[in-house]
């Protein structure tokens, strides 16, 4: 099923060991907000959190992070709380911590607004092991923003699953940046579960050397008058291979709802491989679901009129795949965060 | 006599297998202004892309000499560097890439030479202000949403950033009002000099009052057919293209 377009069938998880370094990190937290690690001995209950209709990568890496989790954070938010500035989380894996199982809970409160950046990363050629799942439950006219980066090097592995529930006028905003390992796969489910819940996805993703990605992001309308989002830019270099799993998913009582998926990726080599499996599933009439989706080579005669002003072919293509990528990454709210992504982007394509 | 610029011999193009281009002759030297005027379908718009070395343009016959050198086989980043400049009839939009953006990397690319960002601020502005062209427009995303006078205004404004020795000017007046024509008009004369030259090529004569031509051609059918002065855009002007096509006997093209 899942795993079948690139071939992970027989997947075996590795020994999992602590994860002992520092890795959430805040100023100015509001006093009554919980904020605890999760760890083998630390592992609170999830309420309201049930899933309709299980997606993702696929129950097999959704049990091991709970049965052997080694890291994550817990956040229990009560109402009407701001935060002055984002949440930071960033795993390292290297010779110390070898492995992130982590299992991350985020419960938002009434009026409540929050930005949690999540970064991967390994050090230098160090073979990391990611798996982890997110759960986020956004209570009524909430503001989530999650924020993950993926930017493990190209030997390592990467499984992420990421799970909203978000209650009435309740809103998630998703950005994820996918940039490294061998084998990446990502996914992220969210439950409009009632009246004019909202979700945005926004993501972007780069393959490379012979990366492979699997993407793959739902919407699952289930309140009236709920709305989503999901809009994805992408560019596939030298032998990397994609799959890219859009659904829109309207349950009965979703009247009135709209949702809106848009797919655009850049081939950027001849033997990239790029499958994009868009899916509209509709219980109630009174609906709206758009889709876009294109796919090719740069346009020859953009690549001309940059090539007239002095630019090489290759800066050229350089220029207007970052300019695809960028109002992502401005979108990101640390700089020093930015600045990373931008020189690695620029150091993959460079590469080509 | 003027030192050679640009000397194009016997040159024959093809677009998917078909000639369009039969044999242009054209010598342009250092400091001159050349109109190349024609009907629609003549080849001058091919003749400007063939210059600037589209990959979908083939030489089949001849050879383009710019300062001395072949450069039949030069990519357009190439010919850019050597100092060729094409203004776009219809350019290419940008999302992403800021105007200021795309030419301080242009001009980094052009010369060789690294744009330091306060300096090269404080040129963009000179430019625009000469080309009656917003501030904010520095910070927009490249001909994205512009109207078809402000992709134009944004071409010369790229060629005075530019200063190309050679300046193609591919139907940059059609589409512009007359105080647009004016300005356009100007910012080509602020970059001409004894060493800077202009190729013009128009279907009408808008912007030759403002531009003081050396030459005008007449491009029929994949060839130059007539070669003179002012006069000739004159004449055309009152009769039309349809005495110099029964003269040459032409077929339309076909």
Not at chain 1, 17 to 24: A, I, M, R, W
Not at chain 1, 121 to 142: C, V
Not at chain 2, 37 to 56: D, F, I, R, V
Not at chain 2, 249 to 254: C, F, N, T
Request: charged letters at 30%.
């Amino acid at each position: 099923m899942l795993w079948n377009r690139i071939k992970l069938d027989d997947f075996d998880f590795p020994e999992v060991v602590d994860y002992k370094k520092e890795y959430v990190e805040f100023n100015n937290l509001p006093k009554e907000v919980i904020i605890e690690k999760i760890n083998k001995d630390n592992n609170p209950t999830v309420d309201n959190m049930d899933v309709i209709e299980y997606r993702g990568l696929g129950r097999k890496f959704t049990d091991f992070v709970e049965k052997s989790h080694n890291c994550g954070i817990y956040l229990n938010i009560p109402k009407y709380v701001k935060f002055d500035e984002p949440i930071k989380v960033n795993f390292r894996m290297d010779n110390e911590d070898s492995s992130v199982i982590d299992n991350n809970i985020i419960i938002v409160g009434e009026e409540s607004e929050v930005t949690i950046v999540f970064d991967y990363e390994t050090q230098n050629e160090f073979r990391g092991f990611h798996n982890g799942m997110t759960r986020i439950l956004a209570k009524e006219n909430s503001i989530v923003n999650i924020i993950k980066i993926q930017r493990m090097n190209d030997v390592s592995q990467n499984f992420d699953t990421n799970m909203a529930f978000v209650k009435s006028n309740g809103k998630i905003n998703w950005t994820s940046v996918e940039l490294g390992s061998n084998i990446s796969g990502s996914s992220y489910t969210t439950y409009l579960n009632e009246e004019a819940s909202e979700s945005e996805l926004n993501s972007i993703y780069l393959g490379d050397g012979a990366r492979k990605l699997d993407l793959e992001y739902s919407m699952i309308h289930k309140g009236i008058r709920s709305m989503s989002n999901i809009r994805t830019h992408g560019v596939l270099m030298d032998e990397s291979k994609k799959v890219f799993r859009g659904n829109l998913d309207f349950k009965t009582g979703a009247k009135r709802s709209k949702g809106i998926e848009e797919e655009y990726v850049i081939l950027l080599d001849p033997n990239v491989k790029s499958d994009s499996l868009p899916a509209l599933m509709c219980d109630e009439d009174d609906v709206q679901g758009e889709h876009a989706a294109s796919a090719g080579q740069i346009d020859k005669n953009k690549l001309f009129y940059l090539m007239t002003r002095g630019l090489s072919e290759r800066e050229a293509k350089k220029l207007i795949v970052e300019a695809q990528f960028k109002p992502i990454i401005d979108n990101i709210p640390i700089e020093n965060l930015r600045n990373i992504i931008n020189s690695e982007i620029s150091r993959r394509l460079t590469n080509a | 006599m003027t030192k050679n610029l640009l000397s194009i011999k016997d040159l024959k193009v093809n677009i998917e297998e078909k000639e369009i281009l039969k044999g242009i002759n054209l010598e342009i030297g250092e400091g001159e202004v050349h109109i190349i005027m024609g009907p629609n379908g003549g080849g001058k718009s091919t003749l400007a892309y063939a210059l600037m070395g589209h990959p979908s343009y083939e030489i089949v016959q001849g050879e383009i000499k710019f300062k001395g050198e072949i450069i039949n086989d030069l990519s357009a980043d190439k010919r850019a560097k050597k100092g060729i400049f094409l203004s776009f009839q219809y350019p290419e939009e940008i999302p992403g890439v800021t105007v200021e953006e795309f030419l301080r990397t242009a001009k980094t690319s052009v010369t060789g030479e690294t744009q330091k960002i306060i300096p090269f601020k404080k040129l963009l502005k000179e430019k625009m202000e000469l080309l009656d062209m917003k501030e904010e427009y520095a910070s927009r995303y490249l001909n994205l949403g512009f109207s078809g006078g402000e992709k134009k205004k944004n071409e010369i404004l790229q060629m005075s950033v530019l200063e190309p020795s050679l300046a193609i000017l591919d139907e940059t007046d059609s589409g512009l009002d007359v105080d647009a024509i004016r300005v356009v008009a100007e910012g080509v004369n602020k970059l001409k000099n004894d060493k800077r030259s202009i190729l013009v090529i128009t279907h009408y004569n808008k912007l030759l009052n403002y531009l003081n031509p050396d030459y005008v051609h007449i491009l029929l059918d994949g060839r130059i057919v007539e070669t003179g002065g002012l006069e000739i855009a004159k004449e055309i002007d009152e009769t039309g293209y349809e005495n110099i096509k029964s003269q040459f006997s032409y077929d339309g093209g076909q």
